[in-house]
């Protein structure tokens, strides 16, 4: 026999109010959040009915992470707009402002005018005199219960045993972001390593609430109702809070967990940042990069005859060897920085990137920008396409392309650099001839070291030959 059902109304509206005390968020950096209940509500053995009010719900997603509870149905009433206000008030008396007559000019002012509701669509109403009116008197004012302030949701749940309290969770779609920063300042030979997050609600509003921040690759089937969209203030904007200690760490599933310290609380336009680990003493090294002119597949043809200036890209790789504290930690992907200090010791941006989730034990490489006093210039010095029979009968004509390229290199600083000439390209090919040894990197990628001299030039010539 189902116990008698039990029915308790909370605010936790994320706009109106703050959510109360025992909530925890996990929060995705595509704008998901999902949201953990934990209500002092206790469930009686059998049917039990909790009546919530809630923006930006999906009931969809609604469900009791208690083993022991099971979610039998949840309806969804929206807040009361002014059209559904006056269908719940047919049949009742309401006082209406409007405009008082000929104050248009300087006086100002309004009249208010009772009328009771008979019927909204064609609408209908009912003046104290008896005579009708066939448009709205004015602006309504409505009785409180017949307003909804905020979403309700009716949740019915089925209980196996008593529980002392009410566990719920969902997914808000749009309703906080986050993202993570690292911060590397450049030293000799080795470099100062540390990172934030910092999370920027969009809809939440949580005066106090355990915080996750979950990085990795999850998939997003379906959409849910857009969040209702807040509006900062100008000083919510400018505002910054940032939390003190580092976040924990732990693997779930296919994705890393980051538990920032201690509670915290989020409004809409608020950032807030979190160290995501103690500053780290890592060792790194710089690479200069020129990238190859081979198309990866298709044909390969000629070019102009001009030189044709090419970026030299800046590489940093930061060493994360297994059984280092940095070298342990997964990184969820982010933005790099890159800080070098000048003559005075001011430090100063010399390059940024964005970098992918990386695993423990994997090095950080990202490239920074491009190279400012070192250049590049390629030209293609011969060329020549000759048919080849094809690998099997009846399949079509093949073509072998040789193709000839000088690539001059100018060092205007005052130390020797090593600039990397690399070419990729997918299927048959290779070098036949080059000034600097070719280094064969994988299946599909070569690579020329090329030792240029301080305030000199040195230049590259190689030969390839690929199938088309």
Known sequence: MAQVATSVVLALTALVAPLAAQTSLSIYSDGRVVVRRSLAQPLDKGRNTVTLKLDALDPATLFSPDTSVALVSAVLRPATDQGTALARAVGQTLAFVR??????????????????????????YRLGDGRFLLSEPGEPL???ELIRTAPEVAVTLEATRQRPRTDLAYVVTGAARWEAVYQVVLLGAGCQVSGAATITSQTVRVDSADVQLVAGTVNKARSGPPAPQALPSRAMLAEVVVSGGAAGEEAVGETHVYLLPGRVSLEPGTPVTSALFPRAAVAYTQEYLVPGVLPWRGFLGQTPAEPNRVPVQVW??????????F???PL????????????????????????DHTAPGRDLRVQSGDAFDITADRVQ????????PPAKRGLPARQRITASYRVTISNAKSEAVTVDVREARFGVWHVTDSSVAAEKLSATEVRFRVAVPAGGDATLTYTVEAES
């Not at 405009?99 to 064609?122: L, N, Q, S, W």
């Not at 790099?336 to 390059?351: C, M, T």
């Open 142 to 144: 409505f009785p409180a």
């Open 332 to 355: 969820p992907g982010g933005t790099v920085q890159l800080y070098q200090a000048d003559s005075a010791w001011r430090l100063q941006l010399v390059g940024e990137a964005r970098s």
């Open 99 to 124: 405009p008082r007559a000929g104050g248009g000019g300087g006086g100002g002012g309004a009249d208010t005018v009772r009328a009771t509701v008979i019927r909204t669509e064609p609408p209908q």
């Open 327 to 329: 070298g342990d930690r």
């Open 381 to 388: 010095t011969d060329y020549n396409q000759e048919p080849i």
């Open 316 to 325: 940093y790789t930061l060493k994360r060897g297994r059984g280092t504290p």
